[in-house]
């Protein structure tokens, strides 16, 4: 029992030791910033081309399924007027942010820990490392970068998308007007609700980024090793962004 | 000059590397000779600075890299060309750019580089494969980018890690013959790292057999059937050479 309560602490101390020392590398690469723009445009690119597909998929459903739980639940209380309110304010603080970041775990998370994995295992790093070419500026900076430029970019995509599903459904199924559903938004709007959004998906997307990129970096083991780095950036990243997502819900919107 | 004083090196639970001392002096190809998981690609990375030693030094043209900083050891890194075991090539660029990354990062500009790729690439015997992917290249192929890549820099010591290792015997000989050349018209030092002695024979000058973390025989190769010890006469033996 407290050997496995030993081991679990110092397993977490040393992911937040390897997590933290990858950063400072990170952040020191900056330096050599004149050979950013290149390899962070092609990730950015990645990022986008490869994600955009499923976030489209997922923020137009979690649109119209918010609309409907929605428009149920005040039905009986309140005057349908409040509908595109209630569903932007969802959208914006908390499902366009959660949900985009939780999909992107899935997909580019595990997309970079495979990828630096596979090149940490076939030795592609080292190489870059004899060419005297650093690795961490190469591979890791850009695809961090990316993460935290390219999140928000999907999650205001995400909101948009959903709300537009939601006016939608409210339209077909609820019966409510479309000027009556956008003049619900505006009139109720605080700006906050979505810089709030927006701010939760920038530490989502440096979650996302780092995590995949921990464990790909340091992968070993060959295929199994890769296979396992992968998931665990996956599974982390996707903890870390529900946690994240209460303290900066209770920092952002607890009073 | 490359002076390797007694490093140590214990990953996990295993030393490695235990006390191993070696110096290759210029224009000298030294093969270090053993059985797989004896170390001989760990101690290949020691001398590049990819791994740094417990203890002990490794000494390139009298800087001692273990102790310095990542700057500096960049800058010696450029005096070496390495031939990884499977390659390692970057699968997502062509072969032109495989070869060519080292000076793109360098900063050298678009026609230098297309030269002296189209140069390296001669060198090796690959003209027109600069369009293609690692993926469609075959095994023996695939080790000629990586010495193309490895000779891009024009460094003065070149490191192969196992250069015929899984390469039928026919093609093997071919990048025996390519290091060979290598030696002998370019004048590189080199040190091959190998478990092939016939190989060892042909391409270098001296061998040092590595045997459970330690070099047991250190000698010129024409005095390899004067060696006593049992492993070196195993190698022979498992080579028909004795
Ligand atoms: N990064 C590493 N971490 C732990 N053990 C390693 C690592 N690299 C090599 N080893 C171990 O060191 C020993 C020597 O490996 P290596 O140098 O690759 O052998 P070889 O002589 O076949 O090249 C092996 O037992 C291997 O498992
Ligand atoms: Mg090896």
Redesign the interface.
């Known amino acids: 029992m407290l050997d496995a309560l030993i081991n679990f602490v110092s397993e977490v101390l040393e992911l937040l030791g390897g997590v933290s020392d990858l950063t400072v590398k990170s952040i020191r690469s900056l330096r050599d910033i004149k050979?950013i723009p290149g390899p962070l445009l092609e990730q950015m690119n990645n990022f986008g081309v490869n994600s955009v597909p499923i976030v489209l998929f997922t923020s137009v459903f979690t649109g119209m399924v918010t609309a409907i739980q929605i428009a149920y639940q005040i039905r009986d209380y309140a005057p349908l007027d409040l509908l595109g309110a209630g569903v932007a304010k969802m959208v914006m603080m908390e499902l366009g942010p959660v949900l985009t970041a939780l999909v992107i775990a899935g997909r580019m998370g595990a997309g970079i820990a495979a990828e630096l994995g596979t090149?940490r295992v076939?030795?592609?790093i080292?190489?870059l490392?004899?060419?005297?070419?650093?690795p961490i500026r190469?591979l890791v900076l850009p695809r961090i970068l990316s993460g935290i430029i390219m999140v928000p970019i999907l999650t205001v995509l995400a909101i948009t998308v959903a709300i537009t599903g939601a006016a939608f459904v409210s339209n077909v199924v609820v019966d409510l007007d479309y000027t009556t559903f956008f003049q619900g938004i505006k009139l109720y709007f605080v700006p906050k609700d979505l810089y709030g959004g927006l701010i939760k998906s920038i530490f989502f997307g440096l979650i996302v980024s780092l995590m995949g990129s921990y464990y790909g970096y340091y992968a070993k083991g060959g295929a199994t090793g890769v296979g396992k780095a992968t998931t665990q950036a996956v599974v982390s990243s996707s903890l870390l962004i529900l946690l994240m997502d209460y303290v900066l819900g209770v920092f952002l919107f607890g009073k | 000059m490359i002076e390797i004083r007694d490093i140590r090196k214990r990953l996990g639970d295993k030393e490695v590397l235990k006390g191993i001392s070696l110096t290759i002096n210029e224009g000298e190809t030294v093969a270090i000779l053993g059985r797989s998981g004896m170390g001989k690609s760990v101690l290949l990375k020691h001398i590049v600075g990819l791994m740094k030693p417990d203890s002990g030094q490794v000494i390139v043209d009298g800087v001692d890299i273990t102790r310095v900083k990542r700057k500096k050891l960049f800058e010696i890194r450029r005096l070496f060309g390495f031939v990884f075991q499977n390659s390692a090539l970057f699968d997502s660029f062509t072969v032109w750019k495989n070869v060519a990354l080292p000076l793109i990062e360098a900063g050298y500009d678009i026609e230098t580089i297309d030269m002296r790729v189209k140069k390296v690439l001669s060198m090796v015997n690959l003209e027109g494969t600069e369009d293609l992917y690692p993926a469609e290249l075959s095994g023996g192929m695939m080790k000629r980018v990586g010495i193309a890549r490895a000779l891009v820099g024009d460094p003065k010591y070149l490191l192969y890690d196992e250069p015929t290792a899984g390469l039928d015997p026919v093609i093997a000989d071919r990048i025996n013959d390519q290091i060979l050349y290598l030696k002998e018209y370019l004048k590189k030092t080199a040190v091959v790292v190998t478990h092939d002695l016939r190989s060892a024979l042909k391409i270098s000058d001296k061998i040092a057999l590595l045997t459970d973390g330690v070099i047991v025989t250190f000698i010129r190769k024409e005095e390899i059937f004067q060696v006593e010890h049992p492993e070196m006469r195993q190698f022979l033996k498992a080579s028909g050479l004795s």
């Open positions: 050979k090149m076939t030795e592609q080292d190489a490392e004899c060419m005297a070419i650093d190469y």
